[in-house]
């Protein structure tokens, strides 16, 4: 176990370190630009995961998250434009709290119930924001981003080492809260709600605890959202591809270890920054449906459960 | 009054306009075998429900162990002692039968003092059980009586004091009702408190030191499993006037 985490660790700081040494290599913006996206998509497809895949409540309501994070952020930058890492501190504790209050209003509603109401948390907040003029209401805002920032040659490259460090310690929270009596309760209540209550889990408090961990990580991803594209309005930020691929991802990975929503992100993110560049724009979300369905249909543990699969029966052959 | 594990003082419970259980008494000794029978519909279930917490009932009180716990959640219960079985078993799907034993021990009988430790004692649960072979398989690949059994074993992984086990046996043949029956027999020899409930009659006669009858919601009688049988009210509502 402990040498498990070591080994973790030890990942985790040579990717950071990995990424910052590219910035001091490449110069190409665009691949910036688009890894930041895809990056992005781990940190959301992981927050994701902790509620929806290890404690089996279905958000739609990602877009809410991310974008409280974001504005939130819009809204300190119009103050007293704080650095970066402020952001993401306020962030994250914003859509952390929206995360517990929700949690505590909505966690008697099961199943597709759950879905229908985080829903409607971010049809709520997009129109509350819309209206909201101090952070540009519906038209949006336009934030300018630092001119310069220590160590790196332009802002691009720092948000892009930003998001790939985010991307590292979500991972790892997820990791983390998998291998923990946390994730055990989790998974417990994830197969029978009731069952779990009668064999001494907490649940109320472990599914706020998911609730809560899941949207603070949402609301970091959001918060340097506005400096990465410069303008920001509410149809963007509320936009409900962050609700669909943050599901999409997980389950095309597979849902139950930390492994499905890194490798689904990098995937579909990947699959579809390159659609976009080289098809249409449009194409991305036409990608994330198919593919969603297929492995609904034919892989509905993920790409981390067909490979298990695959290698059982290698293994049941050779014996 | 003071030597009871389990003390239910006139329990109601409604759902809507319909009065599922009409204040109740239960008395359940330590170290009993107590049964808990009655027909369809009676409020067997939902008496179990509302002492291991899953309901809450309307009115009236339950002492476990001298404590009131008539308002604390489910879980703290279980914590507490008080462990049930389901009727249609309930099993955690995703993990093995030896990680679906883990829960319990993990959350309420030693309360996140983990290791291996929990993996060999939920061997040993398992082996009293006689299920040790099936360790590693997921739940989806238990037999009907394999489930029932691994309700038993996980709710005896919660090192409960009291036991309730509603319906092992239902569905079950007769070799496996006396498997369950030896266990369950087996356990309350080890010091556990028992509450049956039952609708195979052979089991639940011979098991019970005392019986509990319910009736549309209603306790019509209590005595040993002899004056049972004889009771005229008990007749009347299993068949009728």
């Known amino acids: 176990m402990n040498k498990e985490r070591k080994i973790f660790l030890i990942v985790a700081a040579v990717l950071i370190v990995g990424s910052f040494l590219i910035t001091t290599h490449m110069e190409n913006r665009f691949y910036y630009k688009a890894a930041y996206v895809v990056l992005q998509y781990v940190v959301l497809a992981t927050a994701w995961n902790i509620l929806g895949g290890y404690t089996g409540y279905v958000n739609f309501g990602t877009a ?24 993401l501190v306020t962030g994250g504790l914003v859509s952390g709290l929206l995360g517990l209050g929700i949690g505590y209003l909505t966690l008697r509603l099961r199943g597709v119930f759950f879905s ?10 997009q129109m509350i924001v819309s209206n909201w003029d101090y952070v540009g209401g519906g038209a949006g805002t336009a934030v300018l981003k630092p001119r310069s920032v220590p160590m790196f040659s332009n802002y691009d490259e720092f948000l892009f080492f930003v998001m790939a460090a985010l991307a590292v310690v979500s991972v790892a929270i997820a990791w983390l809260i998998e ?78 270890t930390w492994l499905g929503p890194l490798v689904g992100a990098v995937l579909v993110g990947t699959a579809q920054q390159i659609a976009t560049v080289t098809l249409s724009s449009e194409m991305n979300l036409l990608i994330v449906g198919s593919l969603l369905v297929g492995f609904v249909v034919f892989a509905p543990d993920g790409l981390v459960g067909l490979f298990g699969k695959v290698r059982a029966r290698f293994a049941g052959k050779e014996a | 009054m003071s030597e009871n594990l389990l003390d239910v003082h006139g329990v109601t419970k409604r759902f809507g306009g319909f009065s599922a259980l009409t204040r109740v008494d239960l008395h359940v000794k330590e170290h009993e075998r107590f049964g808990l029978i009655g027909p369809n519909g009676s409020g067997k279930t939902t008496m179990i429900n509302c002492i291991s917490g899953a309901l809450a009932n309307d009115e009236g009180k339950i002492v476990f162990a001298g404590r009131d716990i008539t308002k604390i959640p489910a879980y703290q219960r279980t914590r507490l002692g008080v462990a049930r079985s389901f009727q249609i078993p309930k099993p955690f799907v995703s993990m093995t039968v030896l990680e679906n034993l883990c829960i319990p021990l993990e959350y309420a009988a030693h309360q996140h003092s983990h290791g291996m430790e929990l993996r060999g004692e939920a061997m040993e649960i398992l082996e009293l059980m006689s299920m040790a072979d099936k360790a590693d398989v997921r739940t989806s690949g238990l037999t009907q009586i394999e489930l029932r059994k691994l309700e038993l074993a996980r709710a005896m992984a919660a090192k409960p004091k009291l036991l309730i086990s509603d319906e092992a046996m239902a569905g079950l043949s007769n070799a496996e009702v006396d498997d369950i029956l030896e266990i369950l027999v087996r356990l309350n020899e080890e010091g556990l408190t028992v509450i049956m409930i039952e609708h195979i009659m052979r089991a639940v006669m011979s098991f019970s030191e005392r019986i509990v009858v319910l009736d549309a919601g209603e306790k ?18 299993y068949l009728g006037a």
Not at chain 1, 247 to 253: D, R
Not at chain 2, 220 to 236: C, F, L, M, S, Y
């Open chain 1, 116 to 125: 229908i109401a985080t829903l409607a948390l971010a049809v709520v907040l």
């Open chain 2, 220 to 237: 019509i009688a209590e005595g040993t499993p002899d004056e049972i049988v004889n009771n005229k009210d008990v007749e009347r509502a």
């Open chain 1, 64 to 87: 809410a998250f991310f974008a409280m994070g974001a504005y939130t952020a819009v809204a300190l930058i119009k103050t007293w434009k704080p650095p970066l890492y402020v952001l």
């Open chain 1, 179 to 256: 291998k923990s009596w946390i994730g055990r309760g989790m998974a417990a209540i994830r197969d029978n709600e009731e069952a779990a209550e009668c064999m001494g889990v907490p649940i109320l408090k472990l599914k706020l605890f998911a609730t809560t961990v899941s949207g603070a990580l949402m609301g970091i991803a959001g918060a340097p959202f506005s400096y990465f594209v410069v303008y920001i309005e509410p149809t963007s930020a509320f936009h409900l591809d962050y609700a669909v691929n943050s599901l999409a991802m997980p389950m095309i990975g597979g849902t139950t």
